[in-house]
């Protein structure tokens, strides 16, 4: 084989699992070569070392990326989402949007019939309430669309998540 400078060189591999005296002598390691037996990369590159470890394989879908498992609701298992529906998780639940990226529909209903601020059952709730259904029980998941203002509850529910955290630092 002729390296990129015009020198010739034989490389020979040989996977053994011990001396064979029909196979005649065995290869050293590759470690325990002298550093200038291995010839330079014709790429200027440096010398091939051993490969790292093969990933770990990826968790199983009863694992979470933080630790052990957390099991699948199993009073949701037999509902049907009324946005998608999949089943196994309500409409406040789903993470698959419409074409305007958000999800349209009742999350109290478990419907697309009508939006939730048109809800039949006109739940009450303080503005906690709805900052809590529409900011921490979406985080990370398509808005809900209604005419109330986002940024609104963003702001009571960045408010109460800074009063709580001032007052478990004076608790501790």
């Known amino acids: 084989m002729e390296h990129g400078n015009g020198e010739v060189f034989t490389c020979v591999v040989r996977f053994v699992s011990g001396p064979q005296p029909s196979q005649g002598p065995v ?3 590759p470690s325990a070569l002298p550093s200038s037996t291995v010839p330079p990369s014709p790429f200027g590159l440096p010398p091939p070392t051993a490969l790292a470890p093969p990933p770990p394989p990826p968790p199983s879908p009863d ?8 099991k699948r609701n199993e ?3 037999n509902i049907i989402c009324g946005s998608c529906s999949a089943r196994g998780h309500h409409l406040l639940d789903c993470v698959w949007p419409d074409a305007r990226d958000d999800l349209v529909g009742c999350p109290f209903c478990n419907t697309k019939e009508h939006e939730m601020d048109l809800c039949p059952q006109q739940p009450f709730f303080d503005e906690w309430g709805w900052a809590y259904i529409l900011v921490y029980r979406r985080a990370n998941k398509p808005l809900l669309r209604n005419t ?13 998540a ?11």
């Open 75 to 77: 009073k949701c298992a």
């Open 27 to 29: 290869m050293p390691a």
């Open 148 to 160: 109330c203002s986002w940024f609104h509850y963003a702001l009571i529910a960045h408010r109460f």
């Open 63 to 70: 694992e979470s990326a933080t630790g052990p498992a957390r």
């Open 162 to 172: 800074s009063t709580y955290a001032l007052d478990s630092k004076e608790f501790s």
